[in-house]
């Protein structure tokens, strides 16, 4: 386990391991906000992506094929969001124009 630190003056978070022989390894302060939004991204991707999904399905089980249709655009948003992108997000624009062309939009 990782003891991470941050001052409000740093320029860097700092990490050491919780061991008898600590080192500390410097941490670029963009780098870890770009992780950090990254991460956040993922966890936002990752709540709603189970309920869309069943949304979805379950809206295709009742033969409510446009609004399924907006359920997955809104995951692949979701998914976009995510860096990087490929391939879940690829994956989900594909079956988004997959029912377009079953739709024959």
């Known amino acids: 386990m990782a003891k991470l630190q941050t001052r409000a003056d740093a320029q860097s978070i700092q990490t050491s391991p919780v061991s008898h022989q600590e080192k500390t390894v410097t941490i670029p302060r ?3 906000e770009q992780a950090s939004t990254s991460l ?16 979805a399905r379950r809206l295709l ?3 409510d ?6 359920q997955l655009e809104l995951l692949a948003s979701l998914a976009e969001n995510v860096r ?3 391939p879940h997000a690829y994956a989900l624009w594909e079956a988004v124009e997959a029912a377009d062309k079953a739709q024959g939009c």
């Open 65 to 70: 094929i446009q609004t399924a249709r907006y």
């Open 84 to 86: 990087p992108p490929e």
């Open 61 to 63: 089980e009742t033969g």
């Open 30 to 32: 963009a780098l870890a």
């Open 40 to 55: 956040f991204d993922f966890i936002a991707f990752l709540k709603h992506a189970d309920t869309i999904g069943m949304t």
